[in-house]
């Protein structure tokens, strides 16, 4: 199928942090996750978070994401600030605005690759854009495998219906944790391939944290993070430059 790229819209940010912090414990147990970040995800972008282990990058994604608290400045999805939303409309937005794909796939194994794919929109109550949903299924790949259970597909499979439960409800971002980190490497790139394609194609918004170089050079954008800051930026990533940036990176997780 010949599908003319979706147009980036720059209008305003699908997500931005301001300031952003995040401190746990106290006293001489206190951490430091995040410290004073601004950085914002665009619109149509594929953008991804790396750093070494420690450095933040998954508390990034869950704090502006709304699943975790923030303890100084501000978020927002689209215009919606998150800090000071009552859990009612934060548990709302996140299941209206935002999509998820984690390393585990979260698939129920009692339901079908299509009942899992439209679940979040069947507990909201809503009906799936039915031009939409096809467009989805037929990038993820998965249109002769709607009616299988979960236990009769692959890994890379189960995790393209993850995927797929992301976009179906065409969030204003999806947020992706290490979405290849159970996959094999033929598996992976599938993934990978496949929200890059949401992205030129169908216009979404994939904000992914990885560790992999490989993986980031799919993306946009490489946002670098070391001890809970924004060290660095990289437009256009390949793989090798994106392993040279990360060798900057000394034991301590601070750039040299």
């Known amino acids: 199928m010949t599908t003319t790229a979706a147009p980036v819209i720059t209008g305003r940010a699908a997500a931005?942090?301001?300031?952003?912090?995040?401190?746990?414990g106290e006293g001489e147990t206190r951490v430091v996750a995040l410290d004073q970040v601004s950085v914002e995800f665009h619109r149509g972008e594929f953008t991804a978070i790396m750093g070494p282990s420690g450095s933040g990058k998954s508390t990034l994604m869950h704090c502006m994401a709304g699943l975790d608290t923030?303890?100084?400045?501000?978020?927002?999805?689209?215009?919606?600030?998150?800090?000071?939303?009552?859990?009612?409309d934060l548990t709302r937005l996140r299941r209206?605005?935002?999509?998820?794909?984690?390393?585990?796939?979260?698939?129920?194994?009692?339901?079908?690759?299509?009942?899992?794919?439209?679940?979040?929109?069947?507990?909201?109550?809503?009906?799936?854009d039915k031009e939409w949903l096809d467009r989805v299924i037929e990038t993820v790949g998965l249109s002769g495998r709607l009616s299988h259970r979960p236990s009769q597909?692959?890994?890379?499979?189960?995790?393209?219906?993850?995927?797929?439960?992301?976009?179906a409800g065409r969030p204003e971002i999806v947020f992706a944790d290490e979405p290849t980190g159970n996959l094999d490497s033929r598996s992976g790139a599938?993934?990978?391939?496949?929200?890059?394609?949401?992205v030129r194609e169908l216009g979404q918004t994939v904000v992914m944290v990885t560790?992999?170089?490989?993986?980031?050079?799919?993306?946009?954008?490489?946002?670098f993070l070391a001890d809970g800051r924004i060290v660095d930026e990289l437009d256009r990533p390949t793989a090798d430059g994106v392993l040279d940036r990360m060798r900057r990176f000394d034991a301590k997780g601070r750039t040299s």
């Open 16 to 24: 931005r942090a301001t300031a952003l912090s995040k401190v746990y």
């Open 211 to 223: 560790h992999d170089p490989v993986a980031a050079s799919y993306a946009d954008r490489v946002v």
């Open 96 to 128: 209206d605005h935002v999509g998820f794909v984690f390393q585990a796939f979260n698939l129920l194994p009692t339901l079908t690759a299509l009942e899992n794919i439209t679940l979040p929109m069947d507990i909201a109550g809503r009906k799936p």
């Open 70 to 88: 923030v303890s100084g400045g501000s978020t927002t999805i689209g215009d919606t600030e998150l800090v000071g939303l009552k859990d009612k």
């Open 153 to 167: 597909l692959s890994g890379g499979q189960q995790q393209r219906v993850a995927c797929a439960r992301a976009l």
């Open 190 to 198: 599938e993934i990978l391939a496949f929200l890059r394609n949401s």
